[in-house]
């Protein structure tokens, strides 16, 4: 955790590993469960999600964490840690599901509580459901003034601002922006655990015509990635804001093959259509982003995002959006959600789910996990009769990365 807080992000993570394998001949301890759940989670944070995977869902029952101790409390931080990571995967109903069965087991305040209230914050803040949003965020203030430290204290603050700019727009959250940005405990640990941080209060504070704040936000995100080059995630957030500031096209769609994080890769698409569409001979570059910006919301279950980028697409003109479902009937279409409807278009054009994974920015695991629940619910046994029952597919609404770049 010091290491963390410092932002030597590897040297934490070499030491949670150590952790793990110094706990592994005690299997009964309860430091063996808490140790792979706190490396499973800071993983997480640095979408490393098919590592994640493997710890908090493993092949083997008896390597379960809730089986390591047997205990409840053991249990319900285990259902926080997937909650999170389903989150971070684009599946908005599995981590609501989670996160309010392990809020229900945990029973009192502290870290865990913390973060499985965090997502649900977020998950509410995707779908467009404000009143459940503020909840949990007025929850975590609640639970904050309770304790003497807060290790989620950068994040609840930015989902506090991001709750605060839904209700009251921009000007509501850029004068607290600054705190958050100057590269002090809290500000490392929002921006080293959330990569759509820093490119959010660059976005805002450019919105409110203060460059000093972006620019700082934007000198803040590459010292952490110069500090840690290790993980792409931060990477990816320092050329998101470089791409802002400076309206480098070429950088924002470098962030968005680069972002690991489905929401973050879905904003520098929108940010990089927004930009071309206010250049007459790029329109139809600009529709062809923002549809795969829309795309990508859609599969990291944000809802109120995408409401966004189709009013984007309605302004230059589009009025009949191409969905993944177009061609898939009503009552087909109300069995999925919408992070499976994402997967079963990519799977009937043929697409393995390991290319499936990489499409979508989600593990083969999860992949695997949707395909079956697809299958239960459309009544199918294989590919080839998902193919047939969801009738035609739409072309694929990727576009090449050369045309892009080219255009771009």
Known sequence: MSFWTHS??????????????????????VCHAHSRLWLATALTHLRDLDRAERILRPETPDAAL????????????????RSFLAFTAGDVDASARLGEQGLAAAGRSGPWQTLGRLVLAGCALRRADMKTALANTQRIAEDALMASAN?????????????????????????????????GPTSREVLGSQPAAAPWFVRLALKAGDQTVARQASLAARQLAVLNPEFRSLAAAALHTKGLIEQDLDALWRAAETHADLWARASALEDLGT????????????VEILELSSDTYLAAGATRDLSRVKSRLRNL????????????SRDQVGRLTETESAVAQLVVQGMTNSQVAAQLFLSHHTVAFHLKKIFRKLDVASRVELARTWS???GDVRPKVSRARSSA
């Open 8 to 29: 030597r992000l590897l040297h934490a993570v070499e030491l949670a590993e150590e952790a793990v394998r110094a706990a592994a001949d005690r299997p009964s301890c």
């Open 66 to 81: 809730d089986a390591f101790d047997g205990s409840a409390e053991t249990a319900a931080r285990a259902d926080l840690a």
């Open 151 to 183: 290790p989620l204290a950068g994040q609840c603050a930015w989902m506090s601002l991001q709750v605060r700019e839904a209700h009251g727009g921009s000007e509501a959250v850029v004068p607290f922006i600054e705190q958050l940005v100057a590269l």
């Open 275 to 286: 930009h071309l569409s206010g250049q007459h001979l790029r329109r139809d570059r600009a």
């Open 317 to 328: 003109g589009v009025r009949h959006h191409i969905s993944r479902w177009s061609n898939v």
């Open 392 to 394: 035609t597919p739409v």
